[in-house]
């Protein structure tokens, strides 16, 4: 079963724009992890935010988590078209199992 | 380094079929989990693997089994194909399998059950 939702469902915008996707879950976790998949091909991992962290930076990417709203939110700036995928949030406990999220499609338009 | 390599990419197989997907994980991974992806369900854990254990499994029928050998590759086996079983089945390693790793995952096997 899923962990929880994303939202949006589903995001268009502009090459140059902002895009921010949230994440909520249910159960307490050890990290969070967010993820990109290309239309139905592997996930890339994007970055790792611990459950002691409230920020995480790399690159063009933002993260954040709050534990006590059991939520999270990936920043992408400056969008490019190359970003158009499916976003997943991941959560990890104290086992291997990962979590996932509904996932969150993100079309970056010329 | 290379990265995680499952195979084959796509299978085509019928009702009633059995089937066998393999991963071979990124060199010195010892853990290897199996999701199964689908448009219904989303990302579900399957199972993992850690030195030649099933150490965790998800909420999935016996017919979805799986190994791993003393080289860390793993296989999936699905017998008795059903319809509901088409999805995008991925394999994820990690160095130890603890919720603090990163798991990196393959590209991924999709399965179609006619």
């Known amino acids: 079963s899923q962990q929880g939702e994303e939202d949006p469902q589903a995001l268009s915008i502009q090459e140059g724009e902002n895009a921010t996707m949230n994440c909520s879950y249910k159960t307490s976790i050890n990290n969070l992890q967010w993820y990109r998949q290309n239309s139905g091909r592997g996930l890339v991992h994007l970055i790792l935010?611990?459950?002691?962290?409230r920020e995480k930076h790399s690159g063009r990417l933002r993260v954040t988590l709050d534990t006590s709203k059991k939520s999270s939110s990936l920043l992408i700036t400056a969008s490019r078209a190359a970003d158009t995928a499916s976003y997943f949030c991941?959560?990890?406990?104290?086992?291997?199992?990962?979590?996932f999220g509904t996932g969150t499609r993100l079309q970056v338009t010329l | 380094k290379a990265g995680v390599t499952q195979t084959p990419r796509y299978l085509i197989k019928t009702r009633g079929q059995q089937v066998t997907l393999s991963c071979s994980p990124i060199s010195g991974h010892r853990s290897v989990s199996w999701y199964q992806q689908t448009p219904g369900q989303g990302l579900q854990f399957l199972f993992e693997y850690f030195s030649e254990t099933q150490r965790n499994k998800g909420n999935f029928p016996g017919r979805f089994s799986g190994r791993q050998f003393s080289n860390s590759r793993s296989e999936m086996n699905v017998s008795t194909l059903e319809l509901g079983d088409s999805a995008l089945y991925l394999c994820?390693?990690?160095?130890?399998?603890?919720?603090?790793?990163?798991?990196?995952f393959g590209a991924g096997t999709r399965l179609s059950v006619l």
């Open positions: 991941a959560t990890g406990g104290t086992a291997s199992k990962l979590t």
């Open positions: 994820a390693s990690s160095l130890t399998g603890s919720g603090k790793n990163i798991q990196y």
């Open positions: 935010i611990r459950s002691n962290e």
